[in-house]
């Protein structure tokens, strides 16, 4: 076998050869995860690292190894910035009762196919956000009574807590702020005491800030959208939607006019009038990924206090009107509800007649006849 040849080296040489082989070289510094800045000792306390950065570009979901064949098409959206602990029990209550079984104040099931599910507390949701002041963002935390996250934020003035629906892209250590109280003076005096609607959309419309209607610019996404002055938001609050600001009204002479209504257009591209003092949130509403998921197995289903439903083609005659029969057929019937309500053919869509709107009168015993002369 062939060996290297040796070769007697001196000692200067050797010395030489050992400092080049010692000499250091530039490397790259693992800096630290840059954390939220806040300024109560709260939030620094649950402010957490920033995410990691991920190789692969657009949203992913996180995947399991079927060793059992309910994560075998388990699919769940990647939230790792998500707080790890229960919640501000101050703002919850338990869900127990009628609540859970899809039943109304008198007893009657109202919704069916809901019963059993986890243990969960009810949070106490602000869609008001009539508090005016900075407020910061403490943590990002997971609901199980809605598809979208909630924040928890705390009053810098009065260290008041309470939840929100989180905007996408809100972290902990944030600092938002409502303006349907007003124009702070701060505010106004940085812009030299005048009212100015460009200066104004660039200090305020900012993500996870509330302002009433008529302070959102043209063609701004907000979700936590109010349709009345004074009361809480109604449209846009589930995982992924928003609304589009698409026309203001305004009345009054050129030069003092006055915003009367805003119009906006939601995702299922309704438009709608709403009031100009209504709230609404600046953003999209957190979790868009949420859609997307499959839970993988009917007990996790179970979990959501989900019940399974049963269609009435499986059933027997007497459970159902498609039920019976041999195969699956409904019987040659039109496709009814369990009550026998029409199902399909714009039952559900079609607008009912007004009975008094068209009155039929009474024709006349001898319409049509001549009269006998006597």
């Not at 954390?35 to 000792?41: G, K, P």
């Not at 995947?63 to 501000?88: A, E, S």
């Not at 009539?130 to 609901?143: A, C, F, L, M, N």
């Not at 505010?187 to 305020?204: E, H, N, Q, R, Y």
Request: aromatic letters at 6%.
């Amino acid at each position: 076998m062939l060996q290297p040849r040796l070769q007697h080296v001196c000692k200067q040489c050797r010395a030489l050869l050992t400092s080049f082989r010692s000499r250091s070289y530039a490397t790259t510094v693992v800096e630290e995860p840059v954390r939220a800045s806040t300024t109560t000792a709260d939030a620094m306390v649950f402010s957490p690292a920033a995410a990691p950065m991920r190789k692969d570009s657009g949203f992913q979901l996180k995947t399991y190894k079927p060793r059992t064949p309910g994560v075998r098409h388990l699919k769940r959206p990647i939230n790792d910035h998500l707080w790890k602990g229960g919640p501000h029990r101050p703002l919850t209550f338990a869900k127990v009762g009628h609540g859970k079984g899809g039943r109304n104040n008198s007893g009657r099931v109202v919704m069916r196919h809901r019963g059993g599910g986890h243990r969960r507390r009810i949070r106490t949701v602000d869609y008001v956000r009539s508090t005016p002041g900075k407020h910061i963002v403490e943590r990002i935390e997971y609901d199980p009574n809605r598809s979208a996250h909630l924040a928890l934020l705390e009053s810098v003035k009065t260290k008041e807590k309470s939840y929100i629906v989180a905007a996408e892209g809100m972290r902990a250590g944030d600092v938002v702020e409502s303006f349907l109280s007003g124009v702070p003076k701060d505010l106004l005096a940085s812009m030299g005491g005048v009212m100015d609607p460009g200066m104004l959309a660039a200090k305020t419309a900012f993500r996870g800030n509330c302002l009433p209607m008529h302070m959102v610019p043209l063609g701004t996404q907000v979700y936590n959208v109010g349709s009345t002055g004074g009361k809480g938001a109604v449209f846009c609050r589930s995982a992924g939607t928003y609304a589009t600001v698409i026309a203001k009204e305004e009345v009054g002479p050129e030069h003092k006019k006055k915003v009367k209504d805003v119009t906006v257009r939601l995702q299922s591209g309704e438009v709608r009038k709403v009031d100009k003092n209504a709230c609404a949130t600046v953003g999209v509403a957190s979790n868009p990924h949420w859609q997307f998921r499959q839970l993988g197995k009917a007990g996790r289903s179970r979990w959501l206090n989900i019940r399974p439903t049963v269609r009435g083609v499986a059933m027997n005659a007497v459970d159902h009107p498609h039920g019976g029969g041999r195969g699956k057929s409904k019987g040659n019937v039109h496709p009814v509800s369990i009550w026998g309500t029409p199902a399909k053919s714009g039952y559900k869509t079609r607008k009912k007649r007004n009975p008094n709107k068209y009155v039929v009168q009474e024709r006349p015993r001898n319409h049509g006849k001549r009269k006998r002369d006597n």
